[in-house]
């Protein structure tokens, strides 16, 4: 094998599938050469040196061999395994739940460095105890949305642009963000319709909105936030990306069914 078909990486493990008969199929997150898909030979095998270092979340050193359909990874070597957060179930499906929005978000072969940065950041946090998981996730999406292209318009109306008013304001996904009263009322010129999908927002829910849009998470990781303003902004926000992914996430309902059953 030439040299110049070894390339080296530093990879997150966003997902991995079976492949085959004993290998793994892995979707990873890099910083140069965004996502990418390879495949982990004999991984599954109990014999294996690299399946360890390719666990789901891992924060890995690889290198890998240029193939025909998917490249292949010849060396693994775990830089951060995140340890502290795989010992509570909580804690994993909130790590699930960032990879799958990376995963559908992110196109293939784009680099993304700042994604990269985030999810490699937000993965560290979750290993510590004094994280608020839900606090997290929501400056997570938030942050993600706007690398990915998707920020939503929280400061001017998404409509006709007029600064937004302390008062009773909505939020639509298919506008991109928060109305004001009057264009709730106006039918949008482009279309000769409504926005179908524009709820309430309080004043305290978007207050935390925008307060995640534009603080780094050294400031947001202290907030102290209403339970009710956290409720109502977790709910905007998958309204918001399902809206956009057109699809519901698998992650979402493990987390959901995982409240539940802590009550
Ligand atoms: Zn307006």
Same mark, same amino acid.
């Given at each position: #094998?030439?040299? =110049?078909?070894?390339?080296?990486? +530093?990879?997150?493990?966003?997902?991995?599938?079976?492949?085959? =008969? *004993?290998?793994?199929? @892995?979707? @990873?997150?890099?910083?140069?050469?965004?996502?990418?898909?390879?495949?982990?030979?004999?991984?599954?095998?109990?014999?294996?040196?690299?399946?360890?270092?390719? $666990?789901?979340?891992?924060?890995?050193?690889?290198?890998?061999?240029?193939?025909?359909?998917?490249?292949?990874?010849?060396?693994?070597?775990? @830089?951060?395994?995140?340890?502290?957060?795989? =010992?509570? !179930? $909580?804690?994993?499906?909130?790590?699930?739940?960032?990879? =799958?929005?990376?995963?559908?978000?992110?196109?293939?072969?784009?680099?993304?460095?700042?994604?990269?940065?985030?999810? !490699?950041? *937000?993965?560290?946090?979750?290993?510590?105890?004094?994280? *608020?998981?839900?606090?997290?996730?929501?400056?997570?999406?938030?942050?993600?949305?706007?690398? *990915?292209?998707?920020?939503?318009?929280?400061?001017?109306?998404?409509?006709?642009?007029?600064?937004? +008013?302390?008062?009773?304001?909505?939020?639509?996904?298919?506008?991109?963000?928060?109305?004001?009263?009057?264009? @709730?009322?106006?039918?949008?010129?482009?279309?000769?319709?409504?926005?179908?999908?524009?709820?309430?927002?309080?004043?305290?829910?978007?207050?935390?909105?925008?307060?995640? +849009?534009?603080?780094?998470?050294?400031?947001?990781?202290?907030?102290?936030?209403?339970?009710?303003? #956290?409720?109502?902004?977790?709910?905007? #926000?998958?309204?918001?990306?399902?809206?956009?992914? $057109?699809?519901?996430?698998?992650?979402? $309902?493990?987390?959901?069914?995982?409240?539940?059953?802590?009550?």
């Amino acid at each position: #094998m030439s040299r =110049e078909r070894l390339y080296r990486v +530093q990879a997150i493990v966003l997902k991995r599938s079976d492949w085959g =008969e *004993a290998d793994r199929l @892995l979707t @990873l997150l890099t910083p140069d050469r965004g996502k990418l898909r390879a495949i982990a030979k004999g991984a599954r095998k109990p014999s294996s040196r690299k399946s360890g270092h390719v $666990e789901l979340f891992t924060h890995t050193h690889l290198l890998l061999a240029k193939g025909k359909h998917f490249d292949i990874i010849t060396q693994a070597d775990t @830089l951060d395994a995140f340890l502290p957060l795989r =010992e509570n !179930l $909580e804690r994993v499906g909130y790590a699930y739940y960032l990879a =799958e929005l990376v995963d559908k978000f992110l196109e293939e072969g784009t680099e993304n460095r700042a994604s990269f940065n985030l999810l !490699l950041g *937000a993965l560290a946090a979750l290993s510590e105890p004094t994280t *608020a998981p839900d606090l997290l996730a929501r400056f997570f999406e938030l942050r993600l949305l706007q690398y *990915a292209g998707y920020r939503p318009q929280l400061f001017h109306c998404a409509q006709c642009g007029k600064p937004i +008013q302390p008062t009773e304001n909505y939020f639509s996904a298919e506008a991109g963000g928060v109305l004001d009263p009057e264009c @709730l009322q106006t039918p949008r010129a482009h279309l000769a319709e409504h926005v179908y999908d524009a709820q309430v927002i309080s004043l305290d829910a978007l207050k935390l909105l925008r307060y995640l +849009q534009t603080r780094e998470w050294e400031t947001v990781r202290g907030l102290r936030v209403p339970g009710a303003a #956290m409720a109502q902004v977790e709910a905007l #926000m998958l309204h918001y990306i399902t809206h956009h992914l $057109e699809r519901n996430l698998k992650s979402v $309902e493990f987390l959901r069914k995982l409240r539940f059953s802590i009550g």
